[in-house]
Structures are given as C-alpha cells and as structure tokens.
Nanobody
Framework: EVQLQASGGGLVQAGGSLRLSCAAS????????IGWFRQAPGKEREGVSC????????YYSNSVKGRFTISSDNAKKTVNLQMNSLKPDDTAVYYC????????????????????WGQGTQVTVSS
C-alpha cells in the first residue's frame, strides 16, 4: 500500500523560504515519480514539481521554476521541495503524490493523474 506523508508547511513572509518533505513507503522507488501539487481556495489543483525517483529527472511548472527545487533521498525514501523567494501567490495547500511512470507520464509529468496522495500541508505567504 502506497503511503505518503507531507510535512513542513507554515506561515512565512514574502521572500522567505520553506522546505516541504514527503515521506513515502509501500512501493518500488525505481518505478515511480513523486509530484508536488498545490490547491489554493477557489482554484484547481495544479502541478508544481515532480521527480523521477529512478534517475532524478526533475520537472517544474513555469510559476515556480527558478525558485523551487525538488530532490529525493531514496535511502530515506523522502522527497523534499525547497521553496525560496516565496510569493503570496504561492499560498495554498500543498500535496505530495505518487504515480507509476509511463509514456503518458513522460509526456506531461505534472498532469493531475497521480494515483496516490498524501494529506496536504498548508503554506501561507504573507505580503
């Protein structure tokens, strides 16, 4: 059974940083990708970043590219999202999710078709 546990959210001022972590278990890391998604009130859930756990390939949405960095520690089975230069528009509930890699995943790694989800963690950026 895939289990995901997100942590690290909080309140930060604009320009500040936060580090989210996703503890994962119950699946083979070589076959999966882990993604971070976010959902702000009244908005659709959007893909922020994801990482292929087998080769470390990373993907970012245009809205966070250059500010966020995703990384994985396969020994600890965790995926981290370092968020720098945070903006009020980054305020949302952040979720980590797992998806078995496929040709379709490779075409759009941030497509919201992930299979297993952790609980969300709130990130609030004040202006």
């Amino acid at each position: 059974e895939v289990q995901l546990q997100a942590s690290g959210g909080g309140l930060v001022q604009a320009g500040g940083s936060l580090r989210l972590s996703c503890a994962a278990s119950g699946f083979s890391f070589n076959d999966y990708a882990i993604g971070w998604f976010r959902q702000a009130p009244g908005k659709e859930r959007e893909g922020v970043s994801c990482i292929s756990l087998s080769d470390g390939s990373t993907y970012y949405s245009n809205s966070v590219k250059g500010r966020f960095t995703i990384s994985s520690d396969n020994a600890k089975k965790t995926v981290n999202l370092q968020m720098n230069s945070l903006k009020p528009d980054d305020t949302a509930v952040y979720y980590c999710a797992a998806r078995r890699k496929s040709v379709r995943w490779l075409r759009n790694p941030l497509e919201n078709l992930y299979d297993d989800w952790g609980q969300g963690t709130q990130v609030t950026v004040s202006s």
